[in-house]
């Protein structure tokens, strides 16, 4: 049976204010939603373990739709992101697909953990699926394959866009934007209007731009699994 390995924070606040961050919730559920009704087995992993902590603002009314809601009322689902697998005890042979979500908090936890890029890596260079939505991106920036290549290197992805961030009015509280790093790594950076779902797939490498887009990831990753049955 195909596994997928879902990626959250452990990352409750900004590195550099008072302000509450961690996973967006819409961005793990909607791209689960999908993969569970295609009868795929889902397991969370975050790089320490344990609890992920799920930004505030990613379930203001706004923000909240009947998936989102669904999830949020679901006490083993819930249950499952309050006691996360710890990326230093993930066997990735036992995964098909990697899926970074995205929320402010990945920004800190994800680029350099090292754990993260190993099961990423091995899971790619064993015919699986890497995939990001939004901030999730900050997961491949540092995947190197085994013959030293960058991951997104010369590859088309997409990710939360810097007028994006703009918007949100946070640019000058992170360390660095998205889609400026991803560029800095050589990736081929493409994108939508800002909000709107977009996703892109290349070379079993699939990613989308921000919140909207975790269903048309999830999407995209089935297109890969079910032509390499």
């Given amino acids: 049976m195909k596994k997928v390995l879902v990626v959250v924070t452990n990352v409750s606040k900004y ?21 569970k009704n295609a009868g795929i087995q889902i397991d969370y992993v975050s ?104 991951l997104i290197e010369g590859l088309k992805v997409t990710g939360f866009s810097n007028t994006e961030e703009d918007a949100v009015g946070v640019t000058k509280l992170v360390p660095y934007l998205t889609e400026t790093e991803l560029i800095n790594r050589g990736a081929n950076y493409v994108k939508s209007s800002d909000w709107a779902e977009f996703a892109v797939a290349e070379q079993r490498v699939v990613t989308g731009q921000n919140p909207s887009s975790g269903a048309a990831v999830a999407r995209e990753v089935l297109k890969i699994l079910n032509a390499n049955k």
């Fill in 15 to 35: 590195d550099t204010t008072e302000r509450p961050t961690g996973l967006w919730l819409s961005e793990a559920v909607h791209f689960v939603d999908v993969i």
């Fill in 47 to 150: 790089p320490n373990g344990g609890y992920t902590p799920i930004d505030p603002h990613s379930l203001e009314k706004d923000a909240m739709s009947p998936i989102d809601w669904k999830y949020y009322t679901d006490h083993n689902f819930m249950n499952k992101l309050g006691n996360t697998l710890s990326a230093d005890a993930i066997n990735s042979k036992d995964y098909d697909v990697i899926y970074y979500t995205g929320g402010h908090g990945v920004i800190w936890d994800f680029p350099n953990d090292t754990n993260l890029q190993k099961i990423a890596r091995e899971i790619y260079e064993n015919g699986g699926v890497v995939s990001a939505v939004c901030h999730g991106l900050a997961g491949l920036l540092n995947i190197q394959l085994s013959n030293g290549k960058n």
